[in-house]
């Protein structure tokens, strides 16, 4: 059931799903995985909808009628954050969510996220910051010297804003300087004009290493955005796979495109997962092999740490690579636990990093 399904294409789920308690364990393990508002929105448009117990529709429309109220928020935070950097003259490349679920989605609510993420030039960086203080804006996390973002917000009930001046850690300047270069006007009807988006080549590619190198493909929502992106067609792949090389993310994309083309049968020319895979070694090609199914990434109560560590290895490129983001991320979650307190004043924002 998971993946860009609609209406009764679900109609197996419905036939298996016999009483409230499988509903209602369906709707945790969706939110487990951070993908409540797309699979709630694809049960409601099927012909059985109405046959779900009670209990189940209700909490299905208490569901929807909260993520579009957290939508209009991001839009405003978007509108809000975008005008005071526009007015001081800082240029402004929306990212993720905010992007992606306009831009590839055939309908945007069904593209859940929970901040709202800013690109801009490293050299404004501290302006932006001052700009969004100055608006209103508190930072809610510390920002260390090594970080290329730090998060704000208007206050405890609001989304946040991730302003960002890098968008992987340790990215050379000219990388995020082609990142400006290659970007185009973005379409924000409503809500500001100036805002610019990532090419479509580069958003693939960030996408790609934010969900498979960064994150361990956790949700199945980042999955969700490639497929879109890549079934939006008009790809130079010969360029994304140069920088799929200069990145070190081959084996990421080939895990992540040979699933997609697996599953979804998203439309991925069979000469670049040929390209792909023929630069992986014997044991990441066996370990594909095993894993085309979705059910193997996801499941209720998540990877075992074991399990967990062996994914970040087969989607890095290299053993150090692995290694040292495996101890990188050990050392974030530390420092993020020392400042459980200030965090927790900003309430619970699960869906950060969408």
Not at 302 to 312: E, S, V
Request: aromatic residues 8%; glycine residues 6%.
């Amino acid at each position: 059931m998971i993946g860009p399904h609609s209406g009764d294409d679900m109609a197996g789920a419905f036939a298996s799903f016999r009483s409230r308690d499988d509903w209602t364990e369906a709707l945790h393990f969706s939110k487990e995985i951070c993908s409540i508002l797309p699979f709630v929105l694809a049960i409601g448009k099927t012909s059985w909808y109405g046959q779900l117990p009670n209990e189940t529709r209700m909490e299905c429309d208490r569901i929807l009628s909260r993520e579009r109220m957290v939508l209009a928020l991001l839009d405003d935070e978007l509108a809000q954050a975008a005008g005071l950097l526009l007015v001081a003259r800082i240029p402004v490349i929306v990212l993720k969510g905010m992007d992606v679920g306009r831009r590839f989605y055939p309908e945007r609510m069904l593209r859940p996220m929970g901040d709202v993420d800013l690109l801009v030039p490293a050299a404004s960086y501290r302006d932006a910051w001052r700009a969004l203080l100055r608006g209103g804006y508190q930072q809610i996390e510390p920002h260390f010297k090594h970080s290329f973002r730090s998060s704000l917000a208007r206050g405890t009930e609001l989304p946040s804003i991730d302003l960002h001046y890098g968008l992987i850690a340790g990215e050379p300047e000219t990388v995020v300087e082609a990142y400006w270069k290659n970007s185009v006007a973005g379409e924000f009807p409503g809500i500001s004009d100036g805002l610019r988006v990532l090419s479509k080549e580069d958003c693939l590619v960030y996408m790609l290493r934010h969900s498979a190198v960064l994150h361990v493909l956790e949700s199945p929502v980042w999955m969700i955005d490639l497929h879109y992106i890549i079934s939006a067609g008009s790809l130079d792949w010969h360029r994304i796979l140069s920088e799929l090389r200069r990145s070190r993310a081959i084996s990421a994309a080939a895990f992540v495109f040979e699933i997609l083309h697996s599953n979804w049968q998203t439309p991925i020319p069979s000469e670049v997962r040929a390209e792909l895979c023929k630069n992986m070694g014997m044991l990441r090609r066996q370990k594909l092999a095993q894993r085309l199914k979705l059910s193997a990434w996801y499941r209720p109560g998540g990877r075992a740490f074991l399990r967990l560590a062996l994914d970040r290895f087969l989607l890095r490129d290299t053993v150090p690579d692995a290694i040292k983001f495996g101890v990188a991320r050990v050392l974030r979650k530390v420092i993020e636990a020392r400042n459980r307190d200030q965090a927790a004043t900003f309430g619970d924002r699960t869906l950060r990093d969408c």
